[in-house]
């Protein structure tokens, strides 16, 4: 799944590790959100909504990651 | 300039920073308690006749309680990744565990190999889990 996550964690100078403390998750999972190989669940969804301020949608799309 | 880094310090560093800490604490407990079950088991003389009865009901019943409070203190320090990879490795050993037990009846029946031992196949699928795994935690 697309997702804009690491361009607005980017943009609030958060690691990958600071992003995941916020979140309770760890890094890998961070990472693998952001590179498409894990869909988060919906609470988890609902979290980094919450945390960026925008609504799901805006951040992820359903439209799958392929690879080139 | 966008900062992509893993180290920057912050509140969320510092939770998640903990969280690993509980959660490689608990699991070193879980693997230290998993060798000295597997070593109990594989130390000394085997067969019927090795523990008392009662004791081997005693140990039975303790493990009956232990087990599945591991279990639940274990999945409680993992993220949804952590569970999801675990499913996932946990279905990879049932499988091999299984395709095992069956190529080892088989060359048993034929005459190739010995009876097969259900000891060996509980380590080498819980070795295999756990390796499986490792590797799906890695690669996230």
Known sequence: MKNRLKLLRAERDWSQLELGGRLGVSRQAVNAIETGKHDPSLPLAFRIARLFDLRIEEIFDDEPIHDA | MMNLSTTREGDGVRAARKRMQRHWRV???????????GAIMLAGKTGPGRLQPIHAI?????LTIVFPLAIRW???????LARHNALRANSFGLHASLFAACCWMILFFGGLAPQPDLILLTLATAALTLARYAMLQRAG
């Open chain 2, 58 to 62: 005693a140990a039975v019943v303790a």
């Open chain 2, 27 to 37: 699991t070193a407990l879980s693997v230290l308690g998993a060798v000295a079950i």
């Open chain 2, 74 to 80: 274990t999945d409680r320090t993992k993220d949804e």
